[in-house]
């Protein structure tokens, strides 16, 4: 063996050297993502307030009984539209948890019958947690999708989202 003949390999310095490397972009780039994925819940909560609007304007169109719950606008996968389960919105939303967020509708301001319709309602989207979103979602009758900086529940009384100012654009 010739003595200039150096070992096939890396050094630990140069393996050090890398995994250094690697741990530097990883702490820049793994905050980014965090954020990208709490946009990406906030978008599909707006999204899901603006089915549940259609829906609700569906609904009470198609049954004269006014404006439904979460449940009645759903129903299971093989789904027979009735009152009680109109098949309006995907089963995933008619559990009332979807990406990060708790939705829930809540009709009121009437029986829900044909002679006492429910002549109002409000959507709410609210993050399970602060890794999950930020911001908190409501819509009503009115269709405008309102929200706090916060994060925190806007509450289930129907009247709570019209006194929030801050508007979607």
Known sequence: MLKNQRAKG?????????????????AIAIPN?????????AASAVGSLRTLNTAEITYTV?????FATLA????PVSCVAAPATA????PVLTVGTKTGYVVA?????????????????????TP?????GTRAFCS?????????????AIGTAVGNCGAITTVLQ
């Not at 890396?10 to 990883?26: D, M, R």
């Not at 198609?62 to 006014?66: E, F, V």
């Not at 301001?109 to 409000?122: K, R, V």
């Not at 399970?128 to 999950?132: E, G, R």
């Open 10 to 26: 890396f050094s630990l310095i140069e393996l050090l050297i890398v995994v250094a490397i690697i741990l530097i972009i990883a």
């Open 33 to 41: 993502l965090l954020r990208a994925r709490i946009a990406a819940n």
């Open 62 to 66: 198609s049954y004269g009984t006014g």
């Open 72 to 75: 009645s606008l759903g129903g």
């Open 87 to 90: 098949c309006l919105i995907d």
């Open 105 to 125: 509708a809540v009709p009121a301001t009437g029986a829900g019958t044909i002679l006492s319709p429910f002549l109002t309602f409000e959507d709410n989207a």
């Open 128 to 132: 399970i947690s602060v890794t999950t």
């Open 140 to 152: 009503d009758q009115s269709g405008v999708i309102r929200y706090n900086l916060t994060g925190t």
